[in-house]
């Protein structure tokens, strides 16, 4: 057991904080739970950045490792995803792989999360496990009925299961993965079984995937030629379920004369020499085999960090637990809440420096890749790492209080995006551009400032007009009739396109929605096009769908540049 002493956990956050800007510190690890002072550690981190309106996170967690006290510090600013480690859905299977769950851990965890306010929650379970059978596959299902049928503030329940994948240095390595046609029947019986209940999603890890990380987890050297022929033939970008092609990796193996199924699927001999044996960990073999016995027989290992040093072989020089217990004067105590930090709560900012300010900003470049969202995101962290304070909404999710203008579709540059923010600092607007600037990534500038009363309209009630311009490759099309549709669309009474939403299809006449459009440069292999939109009632178009209607709809391959190049606002 490896664990960060909670000043150096702190450090560690302060200064990512301060250069990304982050308002979320997630305390990763295999059961964040398990962490001696987890405890004390939130309540530390929360008193230090509650102000901030910095949340905390806790990505996997054993049911007996939660309290109410833990909740209550988890909660302080917003209320984060909790997900629950169960593992296995019987108590047999679990005791197999030594994991000390009871079943009324399980329901007093929950039963703690919805009176903690929470309505919904992610349970993560394994199937493959040795020695499973269907039962402990329909205690999987059981439990999550079960804790929807007793407690009823869980409004729903997001179920993930993956395939066991058995690891180097771990009790299972001599056992062989199953089979994947044993893993997708597993898999598809439950998908079955939970879809009836729409309080229950169920997501599973890909079962070809979980077989590949098996081949690699237990293979030699001789996957190295797999790995090169694999990239080779394009496998690229793999996390991405539709850039993952198995069939390419089954090639790979038969080119190289590899049998995957050698390295996932096969039982290793206690005596075999292990690919990777030469690699010391501290843990000895010795050991792991003995532990992998008792799963057999159900026995329960013991905890070392309370019940005592259990000989696994580790230099007692190096075992931190066994140092911290002698410094202690008690073996086997391995918690030390007193060593982390005394944090005294910080008081709020003060919100009676209240101040709202418009800022103008470019989006060019690279930069005009980034969506809305992500454009918001970029602009709060910037404000966040010059240490402008800004103001933040009441809830249970807090945001910051910044309102753009209408969203600028992905891939158009612009000069003339605006944001109001309010904030909670007392700055000047030169200041403000300043700050801002040196801590954007190239591509977002702040342009101008200003400060505008309380009850000022928003932006996107006073965008009167918005000037586009973009710049084409003319091989498809003449200058001549180009100029002749754009003047045959103004000498008709009505223009209607459809327009197609996550709703569906919309029809709407955007005849009143252009005031012009023209054609304003065309020199050698470009020509460009100037359009001028009208906004009504929240209405907006976009370039490429007009030119689409009037031109081609495929003149998305000829677009070359499309640029925002003015707007005109309501006095």
Known sequence: ?????????????????????????????????????????????????????ISISLPSLRPDTLNQELLKEISRVRKTGFTITIEAGTQRMRDIINKKIKEEDIFSAVNSIASSGWDSLK?????????????????????????????????????????????????FQWVGQEGMDSLKRKLSYLYKKFKPNRKINMKWHKVEISFLEGVFARGNRRLGKVLEAAHEMGCKFDGWTERFDFNKWMEAFNRCGVNPEFYANRNINKDEILPWGHIKTGISQKFLYKEFEASVKDILSSDC????????????????????????????QGREEDSVPKTIPQPAISSSVHSRVRIRYEKKDDMKFLSHLEVGRAFSRAFRRTGIHLQYSDGYHPHPKIAFGFALPVGIESRWEYFDAELSSNIKTDEIINK?????????????????????????????KIIFSVSLQ??????????????NFFLQDRVIIDRIRKGGVKKIDIKPLIESIKIIGHEGEWLKIEMVFNVLNGTLLQPIEVLQNLLSPDIGTSVLLTEKIGVEMKQ
């Open 436 to 464: 801002l600037n040196t801590e954007l990534p190239s591509g977002l500038k702040a342009i101008s400032a200003e400060f505008i009363p309380s009850g000022t309209r928003s932006i996107s009630d006073i965008t009167n």
């Open 474 to 487: 003319p091989s498809a099309f003449s200058l001549q009739p180009i100029e002749e549709r754009f003047k």
């Open 1 to 53: 057991m490896r664990e960060r002493t909670p000043q150096k956990v702190e450090e560690i956050l302060q200064e990512t904080l301060k250069n990304t800007g982050y308002e979320e510190i997630s305390l990763g690890s295999l059961s964040s739970g398990d962490y001696c002072n987890i405890t004390p550690l939130a309540k530390a981190i929360m008193n230090k950045f509650e102000k901030d309106k």
């Open 305 to 332: 960090r309370y019940e005592g040093c259990i000989g696994c072989g580790l230099d007692p020089k190096k075992c931190l637990i066994l140092n911290k217990s002698q410094d202690a004067g008690v073996k086997g």
């Open 123 to 171: 349970l993560y379970f394994m199937v493959g496990l040795p020695y499973e059978t269907d039962d402990d596959i329909e205690g999987i299902y059981n439990i999550c009925t079960q804790i929807l049928n007793r407690e009823k503030r869980i409004k729903n329940i997001n179920v993930g299961i993956s395939s066991l994948v058995q690891k180097a240095h771990t009790p």
